[in-house]
């Protein structure tokens, strides 16, 4: 498979970062990540505004910041690419700023494995930790806590990471949260990175007419809600029953969440 | 010069690490720092004690972790180094987790700009952010938020980040601190990575029979102290006047961080 390596195509396995790199030595580094559906990145567009908008959030540009789109169009090419995922970085070498940082631009493909279905006709899991990510509304290269954490963790039904600051949740370490109580559906508004599969959530919600906001989510409306569910690229729409050893609701995917799944994976087929 | 690339001795900038690699992507990886003196790791051992402990407590190995000592004298040898530093990092470039994570471990000099002289006559300042790094006791590649914040400070004579929880001080961003109030010594006891200038300022400390204890430092207590300063590998003992906007003490280096630097001088002196 063929990457983008700062300019040239090559074979992934031969695109190298130094070992004496900033983004090695201090994590430092934007990210981004979507799904190519059909020949096509999926809402790519909206996937690489928030790419350049988490670069600026970082103070990093890339030589080739005007030119993302057609770098995807040349992988998904080159690469006779169907069905499969983008990985882009942006990640300084150097230590220099004046006022951003130069970074180098890195594009490819790389396959995921897919989430074994009884997640989504049973539920899933999500286990509560109090951190909060350095600027979360930038996508960084940044996860070591919540890599850490789901390491640790042995029971396959649990997904990710919820994260929290004692008081209110904000999103899990790769998604973003939903909670559905007595009908209307809410999402952190604040302290997120705005995931795309959330956005097109939102506009799922406002299309069906069903009540919604963006709003503080606490602790305690987690645990007393009607439904849960997490949006993320890999994980599409899915339904959550129990968040450490608290069972939400019935312990049940809800009729709100299989709506807005339903809906969705309409959209995705659609594409 | 040569570094050690995971097994072989290469030259530096053929070293590289994968773009797929965990070690970007999620910012996962174990990390050590120190200083070359006569052609001798400075309190070596040290340091190599506590790279080990931050890759336990990361759950990375190497298949080189008994060669430490043995690569590092390689390194020294093969570069004819007198004087420079050492980093060393543990990076593990795929997700795979059976209780620990492999790593491949990379290990070669650097040379370091020296501070500026009349920060240690003048003395120096920091800026205070409220942050706690992920699992501080373990020296991760997790800096990102305080990279961030130093590039975006101006003032010359600020050379680090404080980070604090809204109560009590931890350590900065690449070092330890101490307060002087009345004679007595004070530094934080958690939530800081145990520096090995750290542990050789508390040695000194007691050898010179000065009043010492690692214990809980405020915000309070560290705005109306007589005297701070940072230890670290680079800064070796340097004064802090000013943090923020608060001056400290006389706004001069004070007489216990003075006698501390001078030991601390002499021991690398005669190291």
Redesign the interface.
């Given at each position: 498979m063929i990457?983008f390596?700062n300019g040239s195509y090559e074979e992934?396995?031969k695109?190298?970062?130094?070992?004496?790199?900033?983004?090695?030595?201090?994590?430092?580094?934007a990210?981004e990540f979507f799904e190519i559906i059909n020949h096509r990145p999926f809402y790519g567009e909206r996937h690489l505004v928030r790419f350049r908008r988490s670069m600026e959030l970082?103070?990093l540009y890339t030589d080739f910041d005007n030119d993302l789109q057609e770098i995807v169009n040349q992988l998904i090419q080159r690469n006779k690419i169907e069905h499969s995922y983008i990985?882009a970085?942006a990640?300084p070498h150097d230590?220099a700023?004046e006022g951003t940082?130069k970074a180098s631009l890195?594009v490819?493909p790389?396959d995921m494995p897919m989430y074994d279905p009884k997640l989504y006709t049973n539920g899933a899991q999500l286990i509560l930790k109090k951190?909060r990510r350095?600027?979360p509304e930038a996508k960084?290269?940044?996860?070591?806590?919540s890599?850490?954490w789901m390491?640790?963790e042995e029971n396959k039904q649990v997904v990710d990471v919820l994260l929290h600051d004692g008081i209110n949740i904000q999103e899990t370490s790769r998604g973003n949260i939903f909670l559905v109580k007595d009908n209307t559906v809410l999402t952190p508004a604040e302290g997120v990175l705005k995931g795309v599969t959330r956005g097109l959530v939102i506009e799922l919600l406002a299309e069906k007419g069903l009540l919604h906001a963006e709003t503080d989510v606490s602790l305690s409306m987690l645990f007393s809600a009607d439904e849960v569910f997490v949006s993320s690229t890999t994980k599409h729409i899915m339904p959550i029953i129990q968040i450490d050893d608290v069972v939400i609701g019935d312990g049940k995917p809800g009729p709100v969440t299989c709506k807005i799944r339903e809906a969705f994976l309409r959209l995705r087929h659609d594409y």
């Open positions: 990457g390596n992934i396995d695109i190298a970062v130094p070992i004496t790199s900033l983004s090695v030595n201090r994590g430092y580094g990210f970082l103070k990985k970085f990640l230590i700023f940082k890195y490819f790389i951190h350095f600027m960084s290269t940044n996860y070591l806590a890599q850490y390491d640790q």
